[in-house]
C-alpha cells in the first residue's frame, strides 16, 4: 500500500510538473531514466554469477538457464499476445481516464503504463521485499522501494502523464500477490532459483531501457514468462545434474 501511494503521489506531482517544462526537458527526462533502468539491469543481471547459482547447477549453466528462460518465455508470451494484452488493459484505461482522445495522446498513455509497471515490478526488490514482507521479516526492503518508485514515478510522469498513475494498479497487483504467497507458503523459492528469475528479470530491465531510449521497441511485456520458466529450468537442472 505505502508503494501504490507513493506512485499516486509521485505521479501526480510529475504531471504537474510536467506541464510546466518543454518538450527536450521531457525528452532528457526519459533519457535520464533509460540510462537509470539500463544500470539497475546491470546489477540485476549480474546475479547470474552467483556463487549459490552456480554451486546448484554448474559454472556454465546459469547463462543458459537465462538463455533457455528467455527463449521459452518469449515463445509462450507471443503465442499468448501478453505485450498486445497488456496495451489493450492500458487502452482501455485510457478511455476511461484520460480526457483527450488523441492518438499520440494515447500512445503516451499506453508507453508511460507499460514502462512503469514494467520498470517497478521487475526487479530483486519487488520479489525480496514482498516475500520478506509475506513472511514476516519486516517490510524495510519494501519501503525502500517505494521511496525509489516515487521518485522514479515524478520523473516519469512528467514524460508520460497519468499513465505511470495506472501502473500503481499492477503495483498492487504484482506486490500484493507475492505477499500474500510469501505469507501462506512460506519460502518460496530456494536461494539458486531466486538469482536466476533476478538476472532473468534484469535483462527484462535492459528491454525497457532500451524502449526508453527509443534505441528498439523490444515487446518486454511478451518476454515476461521467463521469470516463471527460470525457477523452473533451474530445478530441471539440479535434478538432471
Same mark, same amino acid.
Given at each position: 500500500m505505502v508503494n501504490v501511494a507513493t506512485v499516486l503521489v509521485g505521479s501526480g506531482l510529475g504531471v504537474?510538473? *510536467?506541464?510546466?517544462?518543454? /518538450?527536450? $526537458?521531457?525528452?532528457?527526462? $526519459?533519457?535520464?531514466?533509460?540510462?537509470?533502468?539500463?544500470l539497475v539491469a546491470a546489477l540485476s543481471a549480474v546475479a547470474v554469477t552467483d556463487a549459490a547459482l552456480e554451486k546448484a547447477v554448474g559454472t556454465s549453466a546459469p547463462v543458459l538457464i537465462v538463455l533457455g528462460s528467455l527463449l521459452i518465455g &518469449? =515463445?509462450? *508470451?507471443?503465442?499468448? /499476445?501478453?505485450? @498486445?494484452?497488456?496495451? &489493450?488493459? *492500458?487502452? %482501455?484505461?485510457q478511455a476511461r481516464m484520460a480526457r483527450s482522445s488523441d492518438s499520440v495522446e494515447r500512445r503516451r498513455f499506453i508507453e508511460g503504463f507499460l514502462a512503469a509497471s514494467l520498470l517497478f515490478c521487475v526487479g530483486p526488490l519487488t520479489i525480496l521485499g514482498s516475500l520478506s514482507? +509475506?513472511? *514476516?521479516? &519486516?517490510?524495510? /526492503?519494501? =519501503?525502500?522501494?517505494?521511496?525509489?518508485? !516515487?521518485?522514479?514515478? =515524478?520523473?516519469?510522469?512528467?514524460?508520460?502523464? %497519468? !499513465?505511470?498513475?495506472?501502473? @500503481?494498479? $499492477? #503495483? @498492487?497487483?504484482?506486490? !500484493? $500477490?507475492?505477499?500474500?504467497? +510469501?505469507? #501462506?507458503?512460506?519460502? #518460496?523459492?530456494?536461494?539458486?532459483?531466486l538469482f536466476a528469475l533476478t538476472a532473468t528479470g534484469g535483462l527484462l530491465l535492459v528491454g525497457v531501457g532500451l524502449r526508453l531510449l527509443?534505441?528498439?521497441?523490444?515487446?518486454?511485456?511478451?518476454?515476461?514468462?521467463?521469470?516463471?520458466? @527460470?525457477?523452473a529450468l533451474t530445478q530441471l537442472v539440479i535434478l538432471f545434474r
Open positions: 504537474l510538473l *510536467g506541464h510546466r517544462l518543454p /518538450q527536450r $526537458t521531457r525528452d532528457v527526462v $526519459t533519457d535520464a531514466l533509460g540510462l537509470v533502468t539500463l &518469449g =515463445i509462450a *508470451g507471443s503465442l499468448l /499476445q501478453v505485450e @498486445a494484452r497488456l496495451e &489493450g488493459f *492500458g487502452a %482501455w484505461l514482507d +509475506g513472511l *514476516g521479516n &519486516g517490510a524495510d /526492503q519494501l =519501503i525502500l522501494k517505494a521511496t525509489l518508485d !516515487g521518485f522514479a514515478a =515524478i520523473a516519469f510522469a512528467a514524460s508520460f502523464g %497519468w !499513465g505511470v498513475a495506472a501502473s @500503481a494498479l $499492477t #503495483v @498492487a497487483v504484482v506486490q !500484493g $500477490t507475492l505477499t500474500l504467497v +510469501g505469507a #501462506v507458503v512460506g519460502q #518460496v523459492l530456494p536461494e539458486p532459483h527509443q534505441v528498439k521497441a523490444v515487446p518486454v511485456g511478451d518476454l515476461l514468462p521467463a521469470l516463471l520458466v @527460470a525457477p
